[in-house]
T-cell receptor, first 111, second 115 residues
Framework: SQQGEEDPQALSIQEGENATMNCSYK?????LQWYRQNSGRGLVHLIL?????REKHSGRLRVTLDTSKKSSSLLITASRAADTASYFC???????????FGAGTRLTVKP | SQTIHQWPATLVQPVGSPLSLECTVE??????LYWYRQAAGRGLQLLFY??????ISSEVPQNLSASRPQDRQFILSSKKLLLSDSGFYLC??????????????FGPGTRLTVT
């Protein structure tokens, strides 16, 4: 079963705008990861944030984690058409150390 | 550098036929290996993972099986495919046994259509 749930399911923005995607989960976690998937391709790891971290940056990516709300957000700043892809969060559960992927957010960046 | 290969890229098979998907990793030793299935527009479902040769753990009961005959080779098989087996199959590897700590590296995937 899925642990992480992304929101929104789909997001369409103009190039240059910021894109924010959210992930909510149900059980306590050790860490949370964000992955990107271009259509019909494998997943690419973007960033990992540990449960004791609140924010992490990587280039134009900013990830936040709020363990009290059991949620995370992925912000892509100054979006580009090449950012068009599906974005997944993956969480583990401290109870069984198992990693689960959400259904993903489909991001479309219009040039 | 490490690379991961999957083949075939696409496959169309009739119901009841056998299946064999292969995944190989280069450039690393003793990787943890994973098979995922992704239904259209959905997240990934972990099918099998392996921490070593001959060691296979199954996450969900199904008519699929996995084998790891060599350190860097992972095979997904079925004796008789079902329509519900259609999907996008992804192989991945990671460096650590704790897959929630070490990032996973994914192959390009195999698109399977069962007709």
């Amino acid at each position: 079963s899925q642990q992480g749930e992304e929101d929104p399911q789909a997001l369409s923005i103009q190039e240059g705008e910021n894109a924010t995607m959210n992930c909510s989960y149900k059980t306590s976690i050790n860490n949370l990861q964000w992955y990107r998937q271009n259509s019909g391709r494998g997943l690419v790891h973007l960033i990992l944030i540990r449960s004791n971290e609140r924010e992490k940056h990587s280039g134009r990516l900013r990830v936040t984690l709020d363990t009290s709300k059991k949620s995370s957000s992925l912000l892509i700043t100054a979006s580009r058409a090449a950012d068009t892809a599906s974005y997944f969060c993956a969480t583990d559960a401290t109870s069984n150390n198992d990693m689960r992927f959400g259904a993903g957010t489909r991001l479309t960046v219009k040039p | 550098s490490q690379t991961i290969h999957q083949w075939p890229a696409t496959l169309v098979q009739p119901v009841g036929s056998p299946l064999s998907l292969e995944c190989t990793v280069e450039g690393t030793s003793n990787p943890n290996l994973y098979w995922y299935r992704q239904a259209a527009g959905r997240g990934l479902q972990l099918l099998f993972y392996s921490v070593g040769i001959g060691q296979i753990s199954s996450e969900v009961p199904q008519n699929l099986s996995a084998s790891r005959p060599q350190d860097r080779q992972f095979i997904l098989s079925s004796k008789k495919l079902l329509l519900s087996d259609s999907g996008f199959y992804l192989c991945a590897w990671s460096a650590g046994w704790d897959r929630a700590t070490y990032e996973q590296y994914f192959g390009p995937g195999t698109r399977l259509t069962v007709t």
